[in-house]
């Protein structure tokens, strides 16, 4: 691998460096006070790791299609949906509208924050790709067996209601009143999996002498996130007006954050609010507009491997559009893209033996009776220049050592 | 719609910067 200024074309790695440790690996002591740890939801480091019964990888990229088609559902059919729910609305029956494709099914990342006076600790999900935040909450018609004692708010000296009519309850997107004057919110998810609830505010404590007092979120009662979910919410992160970003920037102003996700499931990343300084290598590239006002959109032009741009003309890119989601565990390109971008992997990887397919990963090698692989570069370009160098494990998505597949995949359809 | 999922964001630290509406990678960002 070329080494100094030139990027490198060629990854070598050891093969057991691909596969994540049983224990899990703490972090340095954070340097910015107010981050948050953030671990893999189903890894050794996650105070959910030892009820066990994670799902398989295959189960994980199932969800991740489910997720990636309501993310597509909510864009192409945006209007019919709110139109059936204002209709069911209309028909003042009790039931709530359920809101399709909001995608929160598959989100992998986790933190822990404090909710109410005083703070009761709570392990929840990070998408970016989500408004609302909401924890299952006592009293609970329905819920699912959590890691945490629920959120009582009976227990909590700052918890209040969020009124009908008021401006928080209006930016709730899922929010239904409801004759009591409550604001309730409905969220119904790609696989069928809800949580529904009342909007209500309470202080959150994001780190020691960080809280947020008058935080906006969903109070869950009746709730069900699937067979292998014992979270206990999720925090919304996207442009929205109620998400977790949009709430802090409106207490302490400037709506920015950052993460680093961790490389294997027995590493610990981090979740940052504030204008801390960015690191000195960070290089960024604009925020488009897209059709899902409250998404996180990028620019993506085109693909290196192995330091050579491939031919996709930039208009397959943009075609769509390019969503940013910590929610959807793989990248999805369009078939052209995606198409070039294996042929070059494959022609890079000739010496490895073929494994069949996983899921919705058709690109996979048995590396058995390795203990070093040599796999291409590549490389994601940005409008502007902004060239993102991913390592071996942004690449790769390893099951075993017997399959590890080409962690890309096709969004099927080049129109969107 | 084309997705940058969680698999190729690891390790870098990712920057949302609302107020100048850009977006930040930087490598080995766990660390």
């Known amino acids: ?416 | 719609v084309n997705i940058l999922g969680n698999t190729q964001q690891k390790t870098f630290t990712v920057i949302y910067d609302v107020d100048k509406k850009r977006i930040g990678f930087g490598a080995k960002g766990c660390n």
């Open chain 1, 1 to 416: 691998a070329a080494e100094g200024s030139e990027p490198k074309k060629w990854h070598v790695v050891s093969v057991s460096s691909l596969l994540p440790s049983t224990a899990c690996t703490a972090a340095k002591a954070a340097s910015k006070s107010s981050a948050l740890r953030v671990v893999h939801r189903h890894g050794p480091c996650s105070p959910l790791h030892a009820r066990g019964d994670a799902p398989s990888h295959a189960e994980i990229l199932e969800r991740d299609q489910d997720r990636v088609d309501s993310i597509r559902r909510r864009i192409a059919g945006a209007s019919a949906i709110i139109s059936d729910a204002d209709r069911v609305a209309d028909s003042k029956t009790v039931s709530l509208p359920a809101r399709w494709g909001i995608p929160l099914d598959t989100t992998n990342y986790i933190t822990t924050v404090g909710l109410g006076t005083p703070p009761r600790n709570l392990s929840v999900e990070i998408d970016t790709g989500s408004d609302l935040s909401w924890v299952q909450c006592k009293p609970c018609a329905r819920c699912y067996e959590q890691q945490d004692p629920l959120y009582d708010p009976a227990q909590s000296s700052t918890h209040s209601a969020v009124p009908c009519g008021s401006r928080e309850c209006q930016k709730v997107e899922a929010q239904r009143c409801a004759a009591d004057d409550k604001c309730r919110y409905d969220i119904t998810y790609a696989d069928k999996s809800h949580t529904n609830g009342t909007v209500v505010r309470d202080a959150l404590t994001l780190a020691v002498s960080h809280a947020l007092p008058g935080f906006v979120f969903g109070c869950g009662h009746d709730n069900d996130m699937g067979p292998y979910d014992k979270i206990d919410g999720i925090f919304g992160l996207n442009r929205g007006k109620v998400s977790l970003p949009s709430q802090v920037a409106a207490r302490y102003g400037g709506a920015g954050f950052s993460y680093c996700l961790p490389s294997s499931p027995s590493a610990e990343g981090y979740l940052a609010f504030g204008g801390a300084a960015p690191p000195p290598n960070a290089q960024f590239t604009e925020m488009v507009n897209g059709a899902e006002p409250s998404s996180y959109y990028l620019d993506l032009v085109g693909i290196k491997v192995a330091g050579r741009e491939l031919e996709i003309p930039p208009a397959v890119f943009a075609a769509g559009g390019t969503i940013i989601d910590t929610g959807s565990v793989i990248s999805r390109l369009p078939p052209r893209a995606y198409a070039a971008l294996r042929s070059a992997f494959v022609r890079s990887m000739a010496a490895y033996r073929r494994a069949p397919a996983l899921s919705l990963l058709d690109t996979c090698y048995n590396f058995t009776g390795h203990t070093r692989v040599r796999i291409p570069s590549a490389a994601l370009v940005f409008a502007g220049g902004t060239t993102v160098s991913l390592n071996a494990r942004g690449l790769l998505f390893v099951s075993t050592v017997s399959q590890t597949c080409l962690g890309f995949a096709s969004t099927g359809d080049e129109t969107t």
